[in-house]
């Protein structure tokens, strides 16, 4: 039965339905309430900036966008972004999706912890960093009203202490391969959760490379 949250109704399709559930059976309560709600605030940042988005391709956006961080998704030497962008594409494809929309899923979760690029693609794209951004980072907090994040958050709550939980989900998902975390927001995971993680320096990189000069 189709529900709607804070004004978003969110997708009852078949295909909706199976992601729902291999999302809820795969990842832990945090990450699932979590995934729902980047779909949420994600609708809601589009509805204000009037953007027209496929619903359903911005769900499964945002219900892929963290399988990577755990098996049997996560692999031993991607980023996890990648991971997850690979699981919701080999899913779309099982249903014979367009592979232009299935691009545009890839794309949303492989970029959305690369800042600063996202919002000028397409939607589907912009509009799974701009949840991410919400719910993980406050950004934009006050743009949604207290009503809309009341009730979004009441549907699928944030829980105890959501902001360390879901930096441990991080670690988890990256620690066993830290060199992903290069260059990208999870190397600033690792500096805090693992005492043993030395992070590489794109410039000494460049300067003890294997050119003369």
């Known amino acids: 039965m189709s529900k709607t949250i804070a004004g978003i109704k969110v997708p009852d399709s078949a295909l909706a339905r199976q992601v729902d559930q291999l999302v809820r059976d795969t990842e832990s309560d945090l990450l699932y309430h979590h ?8 609708a809601l940042a589009g509805q204000r900036k009037g953007l027209k988005v496929d619903s359903e391709l911005l769900y499964v956006g945002a219900m892929f966008h963290d399988m990577g961080l755990q098996a049997p998704y996560a692999s031993k030497d991607e980023r996890f972004e990648v991971d997850g962008a690979n699981a919701a594409a080999d899913f779309l494809r099982s249903h014979r999706i367009d592979e232009r929309d299935i691009d545009d899923v890839w794309d949303a979760i492989a970029l959305h912890t690369t800042p600063g ?3 000028h693609k397409r939607p589907v794209v912009a509009l799974v960093t701009a949840g991410v951004e919400m719910d993980v980072l406050g950004l934009d907090y006050d743009a949604f009203t207290e009503h809309q994040r009341q009730e ?12 360390n939980g879901i930096i441990d989900a991080f670690a988890a998902g990256t620690i066993h391969k830290p060199e992903t ?33």
């Open 117 to 119: 690029i996202p919002k």
């Open 181 to 213: 975390t290069f260059g990208n927001v999870k190397a600033d995971v690792l500096d805090l959760r693992d005492p043993t993680y030395k992070r590489a320096n794109f410039c000494s990189i460049i300067l003890n490379s294997a050119w003369s000069e």
């Open 35 to 42: 995934s729902n709600r980047v779909f949420l605030f994600g």
């Open 152 to 163: 979004v958050c009441t549907c699928h709550p944030r829980g105890h202490d959501f902001k």
